[in-house]
């Protein structure tokens, strides 16, 4: 999901040469977003730094994110399109829509054809609705749902209209389809893999991630590093 995290200093008024920046980062598994921007404030002793758009700790790829008084952009950031390349996984479900939880509902044997998977391809192109999945960050009571899923609790959930403006099916095995895909701001690529596989009546999650793409910033010339995190500085 789309949001704005900002994170402020304790220390006012000390700027430093990475101050008032942008920085195009190549997030690793596993980091949370709020972690990656936790190491470029204590890396860099910046004041202020957020992110424009969660990446899920199971996703890897693009995220931007800007420091001190280059935050008043961060919403700029967050209409832009997104891009994307994963796999999904077919013949399985998981409560996550991803590999943070165990598969289950496993269908050990199917006969899905190529055509049933343009079919279903084809229904999410254009504008439609989705319901985010429980283990998000959307707010119930002012707390993240994702702590009511991980208790075993589940919650109605308002639907959303999103725009998907091209999603292709890169390659085909038994149990895995890899796709591109390019989407409006907000979208939950994992509700489109639980959607997949529930359309194709076998089940789907999830099984990879990796955004490429925001607007028109793209994983490109990512020659710094911090740790594990490949990064550049924009001019």
């Known amino acids: 999901m789309d949001d704005i995290s900002l994170h402020n200093s304790s220390s006012p008024d000390s700027f430093t040469k990475y101050s008032n920046k942008t920085f195009l980062i190549d997030k690793p598994l596993d980091y949370t977003s709020a972690d990656i921007v936790r190491v470029f404030k ?18 890897t ?35 996550s829509y ?4 165990e598969e ?7 006969n899905i054809t190529e055509e049933d998977i343009d079919k ?12 985010p999945p429980m283990y998000s960050a959307i707010k119930h009571n002012g707390k993240p ?16 209209k999103i725009f998907i403006s091209k999603f292709e099916i890169c390659r085909i095995n038994e149990t895995e389809l890899s796709f591109r895909i390019s989407s409006s701001k907000g979208t939950y690529i994992r ?23 925001i607007g028109h910033f793209e994983l490109k010339d990512l020659n710094e590093q911090i740790k594990d995190i490949k990064y550049k500085i924009l001019d």
């Open 42 to 59: 204590k890396t860099f002793k910046l004041n202020k730094a957020g992110h424009s758009g969660t990446l899920d700790p199971k996703a």
């Open 61 to 95: 790829g693009l995220l931007i994110l800007c420091s001190d008084k280059m935050t008043k952009s961060i919403s700029e950031f967050i209409d832009y399109d997104k891009e994307y390349e994963g796999i999904i996984r077919i013949g399985a479900k998981t409560k």
């Open 98 to 101: 991803d590999t943070e939880n």
């Open 104 to 110: 289950e509902d496993v269908v050990e044997s199917f």
């Open 120 to 131: 279903v391809r084809s229904t999410f192109v254009g504008e439609t609705e989705q319901t």
């Open 145 to 160: 749902i994702y702590k009511l899923a991980r208790k075993g609790k589940e919650i109605e959930r308002k639907k959303k």
């Open 191 to 213: 509700s489109i893999a639980n959607d997949f596989g529930a359309r194709l009546g076998i089940g789907g999650y999830l099984k990879e991630l990796r955004r490429t793409r």
